[in-house]
């Protein structure tokens, strides 16, 4: 299936990325001087001994990268790497690959032996993460970090969550951090990935109002169906749309009408909650609950009647974005992070959020602000050290949210203060993706937002919806990322992708062709033989262990 798919106490600034910052602009007689990596004008941070930016003679390094699906194909045409590479006399050669072709690209070099210099987005799972550390693959960058990155060193100097997150069970530190810092707990953007969204003009024309409970919905739903909300005398409305089982977009978090929400994946992170929640501090596995029986069971009948979209189950970013911009309107409820990016910033006028149902649970998943899965360096890497101080360019605010959204004079303006507040934007979600380098490097905190603007309009609007609708009726426990033990990974990585994708597979059948009561008993029978009762101890071993840290 085709895939193209969010408090720091030390503000720290290069003088190679203070100079970077000020892309667009001119430099300076002072900032034009050559600078050493490292030296941290604020915090008085030393130098790096062997690395001095500009390099007296051009060092190329190769790089493999993950490319939003909308970016050019060579990173070098963006203007922040383009000022990165004039400030450093660093040159990449890039090999970006779109998101259907990323992981399967990524594992032929690593198993051919020809590997890039670094990854720019390495996209590893945590087993994976060990498994090639072992193998000496990818190299331990914990020295890099304290000798060559001053910038993202302060950062795990004042945040030890972020530095214990990244670390290995072996306690060497293998990939760098990439995410962003939007709200806490249940208040972060990410605890509720997936927002139903409804038209809300076809509601007025039928004289509808939005639904209280899970019945009410059904009723709008098929009367989008039949009564031609959109007014051309045919019967092209779609009722509901969504991806199926995506990190975003998915139909698990109506499952939570029935008690039970579904968690949805995240791609190539068998760690990931796929299917998991917590209740009472003992984790559960969401498709062992009589709830997600009755869910599937309910939502059989959309299918069966026609309200819910086929192409959910094929569905990539091009193809879901475009359902709702149809020069008729079709679609009539959604479920997506933000309904512009689906149908328009025009048609979004008349869309309106549908509040948790009487009763329902909210999900809250665990994706957290920043993510354990970004640059890796090989070893076959001749200028690890160089590697390093170039990288560490993106953990300076401004540099970071330039390779996170975009560049100065694109996505930022500077203020008087020079500190980056955001131009208006259009469909920021699809621009994003074009104006950005990447999402899978570079940190921006709390504590940034002196320096950069860098939450968003609708992501400010997206927390404070959340905060007043979802919140109330969220989960109050969570699975959280943890960095599991070498042998609970090996557990994971023996159960967890054939269990999960046997629960796939049997949702999307029960849901389309129905039969979950009469399979529920081999279901279950079937599980316990693939083992899922060995992978929930795993679970509730590392749950537990958290726990204990946390005290």
Known sequence: MKRNKTVLLLAVTTAMTAALAACGSEAGPEESKPAPVGQTGETGGEASADVTFPLKETVTLKAVAHRPPLAPSDFNQQPLIQELESKTNVHIEWDTVGEADYIEKRNLLLASGSLPDFFFSGRFSDSELVRYAQDGTLIPLDDLIENHMPNLKAILDARPDIKAQLTAPDGHIYSLPQGEEFGSGQEEIGANPDFLYLNKAWLDKLGLEVPKTIDEYTEVLRAFKTRDPNGNGKADEIPLTYIDNFWTGDIGVLFGAFGVPDKTYRPNNPTYIDHL???????????????????????????????????????????????????????????????????????????????????????????????????????????????????????????????????????????????????????????????????????????????????????????????????PQMEKERFPNIFFTEEELKTIERLKPDISAYVNKMRAKWLLEGGVEAEWAEFQQTLKNMGIEELLQVHQAGYDRYLAAQQ
């Open 277 to 471: 929640n917590v209740v009472d501090g003992n984790v559960q596995f969401a498709p062992q609950q009589e709830g997600y029986k009755q869910a599937v069971a309910y939502l059989h009948q959309w299918f069966a009647e026609g309200l819910v979209d086929l192409e959910a189950f094929t569905h990539d970013y091009d193809t879901y974005f475009a359902r709702g911009k149809t020069e008729v309107e079709t679609i009539g409820s959604l479920i997506w992070w933000d309904k512009n990016d689906v149908v328009g910033p025009e048609r979004g006028e008349h869309w309106v959020l549908v509040p948790p149902f009487e009763g329902m649970v909210v999900k809250w998943n665990n994706g957290g602000g920043f993510g354990r899965d970004g640059v890796t360096i090989t070893k076959d890497n001749e200028h690890p050290e160089i590697t390093a101080a170039w990288l560490d360019s993106f953990y300076e605010p401004t540099v970071a949210a330039q390779a996170r959204f975009g560049p100065i004079g694109v996505w930022f303006d500077k203020d008087a203060s020079g500190k980056l507040v955001q131009k208006p934007v259009d469909s920021p979600g699809e621009f994003r993706q074009s104006s950005a380098v990447s999402n899978g490097i570079g940190l921006l905190l709390y504590d940034h937002l002196d320096k950069v603007d860098y939450i968003e309009p609708r992501a400010a609007q997206r927390i404070k919806d959340s905060v007043e609708i979802y919140v």
